[in-house]
């Protein structure tokens, strides 16, 4: 029975694993959570990991208190070097990372460190650090899979592929809550959560309706398949049917399709090479009747730009988009911050930071920190 860790277990793709670990039946040996110890101390009851992880060290107690109530006592970290040591565990045969935000770059270092394979939620991770996590992925012969569900669908397009054969990748975008709205100025926050198809946590809505998730997409499909961003397109196809494409030096595009449904593609990376029985809904293609298709409206939503500018960029340009868009929805998301000046304040971070050779750790770590120190002074008033 193999044995999971599931890291962010109490977000939203957290609870989503949480799902098709109990329909698989498989083993759950670590969780961890920020701070919702409450949940967190839940899950353990039912699963029964040998270890558990809170990030925030504010609520270490209450999460001592909780577990402590269970027999046996999960054994608890704390902190982020506490994520890390979680993951480092021996007993993971594979560590499931959903943590949101920058932190998540430690667990997954630590994972591949320690010799398990990854399936990997947490887009800061190749964003920031896809030098430094693919190279140690590769020294170390772990696989990192793919759980977002663009690059899930790329993964398995790309199955027994001929990979100098691939001309295209194509990056499916539903355009988020906002793709016929004109006038951006008054978005609330309210608004920008309300995703039309995907069930997903705060953070990943805003990005969806900025559609900077787009461009965070594109430099971790850089990292994850080595592809050029020359190569890489992003369509708008509202349905969520079709995940994403490659096309190929023939001609032949191949799609990888499916509801728009997160357990599908986090069941996968599990449960590869095989396939088990799943628990997202049958596709109806008659009653579904058209599929449409689309390029991004790039004026009013430059942020799906983004992406493609840092890869060519190069350096700690990722890294600097990566936490300065982190910084800018959280200030929009506290009213301090208007929606249309994410994007604008994103570029201007990552232009101010600069880019550079090929970063080590230390070095993404300061551009990390310098990004968002900009978007607080640039932008931390603006609204007050």
Known sequence: MLSVCILGSTGSVGGQAIEVVRSLGLRVSGLSTWSNVRL??????????????????????????????????????VGTDGLAELASMAEHEIVLNAVVGFVGVYPTLAAIDAGHDVALANKETLVAAGSIVMGRARQRGVSIRPIDSEHSAIWQCLAGQNRPALSRLILTASGGPFRDRADLSDVTRQQALAHPNWRMGPKISVDSATMINKALEVVEAHWLFDASPDIMEIVVHRESIVH?????????????????????????????????????????????????????????????????????????????????????????????????????????????????????????????????????????????
Do not use: K, W
Request: charged share 25%.
């Open 40 to 77: 967190l101390a839940e899950q353990a009851r039912e699963f029964g990991p040998s270890a558990c992880a809170v990030g925030d060290r504010r609520v270490a107690s209450d999460a001592r208190s909780l577990l402590r109530e269970l027999s046996p006592t999960p054994e608890l970290f």
């Open 244 to 384: 994403s494409m490659v096309e190929f030096v023939d001609g032949s595009v191949i799609a990888q399709m499916g509801a728009a449904d997160m357990r599908t593609p986090i069941q996968y990376a599990l449960t590869y090479p095989t396939r088990r029985e799943g628990l997202a809904e049958r596709l109806d293609l008659a009653g579904l009747g058209t599929l449409t298709f689309a390029s991004p409206d790039t004026e009013r939503f430059p942020g799906v730009l983004l992406g493609h500018q840092a890869l060519r960029r190069g350096g700690v340009a990722p890294a600097a988009m990566s936490a300065a868009n982190e910084v800018a929805v959280d200030l929009f998301c506290r009213g301090m911050l208007r929606f249309c000046d994410i994007a604008p304040a994103v570029g201007e971070a990552m232009v101010s930071i600069g880019a550079g050779g090929e970063p080590t750790i230390r070095e993404i770590v300061e551009a990390d920190g310098r990004a968002r120190q900009f978007i607080e002074e640039r932008c931390g008033g603006c609204m007050r």
